[in-house]
């Protein structure tokens, strides 16, 4: 994933966050702790949120479990990122990651995480979707 994600124009610092187990050190990624993980995936993205640095206009957030992240949808949702607050990829209408958000909406990330809020859809169909390692396909 993290191979994938250095291979997106764009992006200037990766920080990944852990939760109920520790990670390893990661090459090339900040790792941040979410000491309150426990109260939903909205910890987490908060912890994340919280450790960019002060100039960070838009954060990018994919998850470690999608392992065939294209990352042409990364650098598609960069060249969206005027569009709106919080935007989301679609990969035949259904929606995924990456997800993209405004400085302006950090601080209000509910427990529920980014599923919670309502995003303007960017069309990724063309693209390969990031997959899901909790839910292989069969």
């Given at each position: 994933?993290?191979?994938?994600?250095?291979?997106?124009?764009?992006?200037?610092?990766?920080?990944?966050v852990e939760g109920a187990h520790r990670l390893p050190e990661l090459a090339g990624a900040e790792i941040v702790r979410a000491a309150d993980w426990?109260?939903?995936p909205g910890?987490?993205?908060?912890?994340?949120?919280?450790?960019?640095?002060?100039?960070?206009?838009?954060?990018?957030?994919?998850?470690a479990d999608g392992p065939t992240l294209d990352p042409r949808a990364v650098e598609r949702l960069l060249e969206h990122r005027d569009d709106g607050e919080v935007?989301?990829?679609?990969?035949?209408?259904?929606?995924?990651?990456p997800v993209l958000l405004a400085r302006a909406?950090?601080?209000?990330?509910?427990?529920?995480?980014g599923r919670a809020l309502d995003p303007r859809?960017?069309?990724?169909s063309d693209l390969e979707p990031p997959g899901d390692v909790d839910y292989p396909s069969t």
């Open positions: 994933m993290l191979r994938r994600l250095a291979q997106a124009r764009g992006v200037d610092l990766t920080v990944v426990e109260t939903g910890a987490s993205l908060r912890a994340g949120l919280a450790a960019l640095p002060d100039g960070a206009t838009h954060a990018l957030v994919v998850l935007l989301a990829a679609t990969y035949d209408g259904t929606r995924s990651h909406t950090w601080g209000d990330i509910p427990d529920e995480g859809l960017v069309d990724c």
